[in-house]
């Protein structure tokens, strides 16, 4: 009884299969399977394939826009300039800030620091600290990291710019790169804007990182 019974359902699928495949097309929709009827009829295999392709065109060009946004800068020189310090010192009060108040900063890509360069100098310029880059062929960036200084944490900065500039003789404008506050998108990375003030760690020597 079960074999006649599986061989009696196998024949109702033959007889509905060749049912979809016998089916006009502009009656493909009244049909108890429209999506199978359509399927198996060249025509509109045709018309997926094209339409697959399409969305695998949008799709890597897409990704390529991302690729292209992911790539960064590179620049011969960079220059950290701080315009807010935790204590409310900004660079238009009275006095004004007169330091880097920051160690160091490197540059990064993906997240990863970019080795140094035996001929790479980091040097203060009043409240400005500017990294040269020395080697030939200059790294592209998409993220940089500051690390916090030795003193009163009180004179951290909590808002400041990072620029950049192909030439290194002063005869070429800085071109603005990132400046930080505290909001994070939705991948955590922090957005780039001078408006709001970053949480800059309070421990000593400590890093924090950005994506520009």
């Known amino acids: 009884g079960f074999c006649w ?3 009696f359902l196998q024949e109702k699928v033959a007889e509905v299969d060749r049912a979809l495949a016998s089916a006009n097309s502009d009656n493909l929709m009244y049909t108890s399977r429209p999506i199978v009827a359509a399927v198996i009829r060249p025509r509109y295999q045709t018309i997926l394939i094209v339409m697959s392709l399409a969305i695998l065109g949008l799709g890597i060009m897409f990704l390529s826009q991302i690729a292209e946004v992911n790539r960064g800068v590179a620049f011969r020189q960079y220059r950290f ?3 807010e310090l935790r204590d409310g010192t900004t660079d238009t009060s009275d006095p004004p800030i ?13 997240l990863c620091p970019i080795p140094s360069h035996p001929l790479d100098q980091l040097s203060v310029d009043g409240s400005s600290m500017i990294l040269t880059l020395g080697g030939e062929e ?3 960036i998409n993220g940089w990291e500051l690390q916090t200084g030795t003193g ?4 951290d900065p909590i808002r400041f710019r990072l620029e ?7 005869g070429e404008a800085w071109e603005r790169v ?4 505290g909001m994070q998108d939705a991948r955590g990375s922090v957005i780039t804007n001078e408006a709001l003030a ?5 421990a000593r020597g400590a890093s924090a990182g950005f994506d520009l």
């Open 5 to 7: 019974g599986s061989r």
């Open 81 to 83: 300039t701080p315009l």
């Open 98 to 110: 007169t330091a880097p108040h920051i160690r160091a900063f490197r540059l990064s890509i993906d």
């Open 138 to 140: 200059l790294p592209r």
């Open 152 to 155: 009163d944490p009180q004179l």
């Open 164 to 170: 950049g500039r192909q030439g290194e003789d002063g």
């Open 178 to 181: 990132a400046a930080i506050n």
């Open 198 to 202: 970053f949480d800059t760690p309070l």
